[in-house]
Nanobody, 114 residues
């Protein structure tokens, strides 16, 4: 059974930090590249950070230098450390495989106030 459970979102002021976590079922985590996606109100879902099974990372231009993705393979968990948050980072954040499965978790809401 596929499971993706995101947590760690919340309300933060601009310039603040949050750390998101996502626990995935082992069947989709262990050998796959994982990513953090976000969907802002009225916009399409976008991939903002990705990490290979070996730890190589890539970032969208909009978050590079501010966000850091990491993974703990023993815990089937992927993290997103978000620093220097901006109001435009406000979105629901999801984790999924890269490319994504049809199944999505509920996501976690990040709201950045100005």
């Amino acid at each position: 059974q596929v499971q993706l459970v995101e947590s760690g979102g919340g309300l933060v002021q601009a310039g603040g930090s949050l750390r998101l976590s996502c626990t995935a079922s082992g069947s989709i985590f262990s050998i796959n590249e994982m990513g953090w996606y976000r969907q802002a109100p009225g916009k399409q879902r976008e991939l903002v950070a990705r990490i290979s099974s070996g730890g190589s990372t890539m970032y969208a231009d909009s978050v590079r230098g501010r966000f850091t993705i990491s993974r703990d393979n023993a815990k089937n968990t992927v993290y997103l450390q978000m620093n220097s948050l901006k109001p435009e980072d406000t979105a629901v954040y999801y984790c999924n495989r890269v490319p994504p499965l049809e199944y999505w978790g509920k996501g976690t809401l990040v709201t950045v106030s100005s």
